[in-house]
């Protein structure tokens, strides 16, 4: 916890604060689950332009729960996966109606996270990411989202065990990451991922991180013994392993 903390300062030094997600700007946790649904293997404009399409056909949720397939999926086509999204869609809308009488998740609010976290994951389609976006973001509980950037920053800092899947990370990081910082070091490890730490090529040596991060001192000795063993005249790699032609 203490080096989970001392990582996110550091970071929060060199990107800044992120900006708060304040009350009156966040969206009803129902609304938040379908844009998160919306989001998944798309990008955030796509995503965003898919909502607001539904929105714009649909006057309600009830209205999408009982509208044709077909109809749901043209509203979401800019989303990408139009028909598996809008069968998860209605298919989770049927649910949280089944099982609370009325399309309104407010009444996670009152409820330890374990609980809304648990009424969340048990709906389908909804995973661990999914679930803890609407936490955090919605909530305002400490839920960790850990998407590709998280998962693999967490990785390269040590912070998670090198094999640890995505799902798996979710709890660990939680654990590791104290309550009030959650926000924050979800939203750096973001910025760290898409900035510096990049999946094939990351910056390292410009790293806010590097003296507490192994990643550099790790893969160097792998490079140093990949360039040992390679063959006279064969291609030399650089420090991150790619192929230099």
């Known amino acids: 916890m203490v080096r989970a903390r001392a990582i996110n300062d ?6 800044g604060a992120p900006a708060p997600v304040h009350i009156e700007s966040r969206r009803d946790p129902l609304s938040e689950l379908i844009l998160v649904v919306l989001s998944q293997h ?25 509208a044709p397939t077909p109809e749901v999926a043209d509203a979401i086509r800019s ?35 374990s ?6 994951r048990a709906l389908d389609g909804v995973g661990p990411k999914t679930a803890a976006c609407v936490l955090l973001f919605s ?25 640890m899947s995505a799902e798996a990370a979710h709890d660990e990081l939680e654990r590791l990451v104290p309550a009030e910082d959650v926000y924050r070091f979800h939203v750096n490890l973001i910025r760290h991922g898409r900035q510096i730490c990049k999946a094939l090529r990351p910056r390292c040596a410009g790293c806010p991180v590097n003296h507490l991060c192994p ?13 040992a063993a390679r063959p006279a005249g064969a291609p030399t790699s650089d420090a991150q392993g790619v192929v230099q032609r």
């Open 215 to 227: 990643y550099p001192r790790t893969h160097g000795e792998t490079a140093r013994a990949a360039e």
């Open 139 to 163: 909530l305002g509980l400490p839920a960790m989202p850990v998407d590709t950037h998280v998962h693999r920053v967490a990785r390269r800092l040590g912070l998670i065990a090198p094999r």
């Open 79 to 113: 989303g990408g996966l139009a028909t598996i999204k809008a069968v998860r869609i209605q298919r989770i809308l049927n649910q949280i109606l089944e099982r609370t009488g009325r399309l309104d998740l407010e009444f996670l609010r009152a409820l330890p996270l």
């Open 115 to 120: 609980e809304a976290r648990a009424f969340l």
């Open 42 to 66: 798309t990008s955030d404009a796509n995503s965003d332009r898919a909502f607001a399409s539904l929105c714009a056909r649909f006057p309600s949720w009830e209205a999408v729960r009982t």
């Open 10 to 15: 550091a970071l929060t030094a060199y990107y």
